[in-house]
């Protein structure tokens, strides 16, 4: 392995692997060599254009704390996130289709019970949100966890919210016997992705927008089902066709419609108002095994 060339360096190094015992890790450092040595060679880089490439990593390792995760966002943003899950999840048309995940979820979210208010007192339009978790042939889903997350009107999450640290807009529940949950909270607002780092960087780069549509998160996990990791839309958004990590699909946009007080199935409720959503939610089944 002496006076390799661009033709023969490729090849090289794959060959230095071949003891990798591990078939698939194999095949990912293969594919992993070919592809990189390919990208260098489309682009012909300078060595100040690789030297910048190199910073600009190494810039996003660093913004990288336990609350913040520089490199699930870059890949959030270049559509990395929502290409495996499309890759590698195979659900059929009808099943409740994945969003990504984002970096707003906490473990410590309350457990509540059904129909709790779970808006920590914050302003905004009431949401009543009435939920109902079956599997392909419509039968209910008892006992399903299902996890919700959301921002504020301003488009903060609890941990962003000036002077509050508790847990707020998120929880916990587990669908009754007939598959339902049910809770009241605030309308959330679309809010930007975190644009004080590199990935704030690129997206200046590249004139593209910070902003999300407004959503709902919700994951919901059951026994012998694939776990969901889902967002509902609200359909007249106007960030839907610049979503800045892709996750936005026309299956999980919802109106959000809203009455004004003292009218709809929630009059009584509320002097303001009030957006109600109801959305039944399908589980793909696990293959028996
Ligand atoms: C979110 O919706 O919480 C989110 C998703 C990806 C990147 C940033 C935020
Ligand atoms: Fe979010």
Same mark, same amino acid.
Request: hydrophobic share 35%.
């Given at each position: 392995m002496r006076d390799l060339t661009s033709d023969t360096i490729t090849e090289a190094v794959i060959s230095t692997?071949?003891?990798?015992?591990d078939p698939r890790l194999a095949e990912i450092l293969r594919s992993l060599v070919r592809h990189l040595h390919a990208f260098v060679r489309d682009v012909g880089p300078t060595e100040e254009e690789w030297a910048a490439g190199v910073a600009y990593l190494t810039r996003t390792g660093h913004m990288c704390t336990p609350t913040r995760q520089e490199f699930i966002l870059l890949s959030d943003v270049l559509g990395v996130t929502m290409l495996v899950d499309a890759l590698s999840v195979r659900r059929s048309a009808e099943a409740t289709q994945n969003s990504v995940l984002g970096p707003?979820?906490?473990?410590d979210r309350p457990r509540h019970s059904d129909a709790?208010?779970?808006?920590?007192?914050? *302003?905004g339009t009431p949401l009543f949100f009435e939920g109902r978790v079956v599997d392909r042939e419509g039968t209910p889903v008892p006992g399903a966890g299902v996890d919700v997350w959301h921002s504020d009107a301003?488009?903060?999450y609890d941990m962003e919210v000036p002077g509050r640290s508790d847990p707020a807009m998120r929880a916990r529940f587990r669908t009754d016997e007939r598959g339902h949950f049910a809770f009241r909270s605030i309308r959330p607002a679309g809010y930007p992705i975190p644009g004080d780092g590199p990935v704030g960087e690129l997206m200046r780069a590249t004139g593209r927008s910070l902003m999300r549509p407004a959503h709902l998160h919700l994951l919901i996990e059951a026994t012998g089902f694939q776990r969901v990791t889902t967002m509902l839309f609200p359909?007249?958004?106007?960030?839907l066709d610049t979503d800045p990590v892709f996750g936005?699909?026309?299956?999980?946009?919802?109106?959000?419609d809203t009455y004004e007080p003292g009218?709809? *199935?929630?009059?009584?409720?509320?002097?303001v108002p009030y957006t109600l959503l109801r959305r039944t939610f399908v589980l793909e089944a696990l293959p028996a095994d």
């Amino acid at each position: 392995m002496r006076d390799l060339t661009s033709d023969t360096i490729t090849e090289a190094v794959i060959s230095t692997m071949r003891d990798t015992q591990d078939p698939r890790l194999a095949e990912i450092l293969r594919s992993l060599v070919r592809h990189l040595h390919a990208f260098v060679r489309d682009v012909g880089p300078t060595e100040e254009e690789w030297a910048a490439g190199v910073a600009y990593l190494t810039r996003t390792g660093h913004m990288c704390t336990p609350t913040r995760q520089e490199f699930i966002l870059l890949s959030d943003v270049l559509g990395v996130t929502m290409l495996v899950d499309a890759l590698s999840v195979r659900r059929s048309a009808e099943a409740t289709q994945n969003s990504v995940l984002g970096p707003y979820f906490r473990e410590d979210r309350p457990r509540h019970s059904d129909a709790a208010d779970i808006s920590g007192g914050l *302003p905004g339009t009431p949401l009543f949100f009435e939920g109902r978790v079956v599997d392909r042939e419509g039968t209910p889903v008892p006992g399903a966890g299902v996890d919700v997350w959301h921002s504020d009107a301003d488009g903060h999450y609890d941990m962003e919210v000036p002077g509050r640290s508790d847990p707020a807009m998120r929880a916990r529940f587990r669908t009754d016997e007939r598959g339902h949950f049910a809770f009241r909270s605030i309308r959330p607002a679309g809010y930007p992705i975190p644009g004080d780092g590199p990935v704030g960087e690129l997206m200046r780069a590249t004139g593209r927008s910070l902003m999300r549509p407004a959503h709902l998160h919700l994951l919901i996990e059951a026994t012998g089902f694939q776990r969901v990791t889902t967002m509902l839309f609200p359909s007249d958004d106007p960030y839907l066709d610049t979503d800045p990590v892709f996750g936005v699909k026309q299956s999980l946009l919802e109106s959000y419609d809203t009455y004004e007080p003292g009218t709809g *199935p929630r009059r009584g409720l509320t002097d303001v108002p009030y957006t109600l959503l109801r959305r039944t939610f399908v589980l793909e089944a696990l293959p028996a095994d």
